[in-house]
Structures are given as structure tokens and as C-alpha cells.
Nanobody
């Protein structure tokens, strides 16, 4: 079964850090362009970072300089290190790729930034 599973979400104070993980089964992450999206309350889904199979990365302006996407090929996992978190970062975070021409999504991880 091909699936993505996010973990590592939670409640953090403004200025704090969290690391999200995306683990895969049935698919080798390094062969695909992988994405992190987020969806805030009453908002659409926003692409915030991606990592290409060659390791090149891109970030949305809203997270550039604060978030880092990475991949561990030995663990078949992808990560999102989030630093200096702000209330506006509160959202459900999803990992994603296109597999056999269809979007493959994890179940999402809730991140809440609040004092």
C-alpha cells in the first residue's frame, strides 16, 4: 500500500520550533519531487516548500528563512524543520507528491502556535 504519514505536530509558543516528519511506504521518496503544504483555518491549501529528487529546494516567501525542508533517503523520510514560529503558521500540514499522475497526500499534522 502506497501511503504518506505525517508526524511531529503539536502546540508550540510563538518563537518556538517544531520538526514535522513524513514517512513513506510503497514509494521511494528520493525518486519524486516532494512537497509540504499547509491549510490554515478557513484558508485554502498553500504550498510552502518542496524538494526535488536532486535535493534542490524551494520555499514560499511566507516561510523562507524560517523553515527547512530535507530528506533522509536511508529512512525514506522527509522533514520540515520549522523555527521562529508565528501564530500565522497555525495550520494542518500535509506532505504530498504526485504518484502515477495522482496527488498522494498524508493525513495531515496539526501545528498550533499560541501562547
Amino acid at each position: 500500500q502506497v501511503q504518506l504519514v505525517e508526524s511531529g505536530g503539536g502546540l508550540v509558543q510563538p518563537g518556538g520550533s517544531l520538526r514535522l516528519s513524513c514517512t513513506a511506504s510503497g514509494i521511494t521518496l528520493s525518486a519524486y519531487t516532494m512537497h509540504w503544504y499547509r491549510q490554515g483555518p478557513e484558508q485554502g491549501r498553500e504550498l510552502i516548500a518542496n524538494i526535488f529528487s536532486d535535493g534542490h529546494t524551494n520555499y514560499a516567501d511566507s516561510v523562507k528563512g524560517r523553515f527547512t525542508i530535507s530528506r533522509d533517503d536511508a529512512k525514506n523520510a522527509m522533514y520540515l524543520q520549522m523555527n521562529n514560529l508565528e501564530a500565522e503558521d497555525t495550520a494542518v500540514y500535509f506532505c504530498n507528491t504526485v504518484y502515477k499522475f495522482k496527488d498522494l497526500w498524508g493525513q495531515g499534522a496539526q501545528v498550533t502556535v499560541s501562547s
